[in-house]
């Protein structure tokens, strides 16, 4: 069941810019910490940056700077704005959220199925 849907990936210049978006497919009690990550060809998935409900963030070094992630709680939402993009930030990029069912169940995570970002001349 995809509970976390993305979109906003393709194929982009370097130096160009896209802008991901993702949304939560169904209703939950609670969505704490929302955000992205990134999983390049041989690679170990890694955090590109998380905004908790409060809009608290947390940046890798290697996006400081140039990506800027925001939600909106009314609507479930979280984006990921991607500015001056380089060869290296090529990866599936995927949603994360930390979320709870009802208001006596634990919070869980739940991911997206991800969104092919190719930043190639």
């Known amino acids: 069941q995809v509970q976390l849907v993305e979109s906003g990936g393709g194929l982009v210049q370097p130096g160009g810019s896209l802008r991901l978006s993702c949304v939560a497919s169904r209703r939950f009690f609670d969505i704490r910490a929302m955000g992205w990550y990134r999983q390049a060809p041989g690679s170990e998935r890694e955090l590109v940056a998380v905004i908790t409900s409060g809009a608290g963030t947390i940046y890798a070094d290697s996006v400081k700077g140039r990506f800027t992630v925001s939600r909106d709680n009314a609507k479930n939402t979280v984006d990921l704005q991607m500015n001056s993009l380089k060869p290296e930030d090529t990866a599936d990029y995927y949603c994360?959220?930390?979320?709870?069912?009802?208001?006596?169940?634990?919070?869980?995570?739940?991911w997206g199925q991800g969104t092919l970002v190719t930043v190639s001349s």
């Open positions: 994360k959220a930390e979320v709870r069912i009802t208001s006596t169940s634990g919070y869980l995570e739940v």
